[in-house]
């Protein structure tokens, strides 16, 4: 596995827990007519929400960490 997938993989799967903790777990469906409607439905969704965007920082740290293999492979190391 490269690490261009592997990277793209974390990005894909950060945005898409942030979008599932957001727009299912959070945000109320409604017309906000009471106090109750400035919490989330689920005591956890900021949690995934903050666990999606480290996720995409994340990918960033492995695409920069993890060698290429090309690179690797014809020796030609830059640096």
Do not use: H
């Not at 959070?26 to 017309?31: E, R």
């Not at 989330?40 to 740290?61: C, D, E, S, T, Y």
């Amino acid at each position: 596995m490269t690490r261009k997938v592997l990277a793209l993989g974390m990005v894909v799967a950060g945005f898409a827990l942030q979008a599932v903790a957001y727009l299912f777990l959070a945000t109320p469906i409604g017309k906000p007519t009471d106090v109750s409607f400035s919490n989330p439905r689920v005591p956890f969704a900021p949690v995934l929400f903050i666990l999606g965007v480290v996720l995409v920082f994340l990918a960033a740290l492995v695409y920069e960490l993890l060698p290429d293999r090309r690179a690797s492979r014809s020796g030609n190391e830059e640096g």
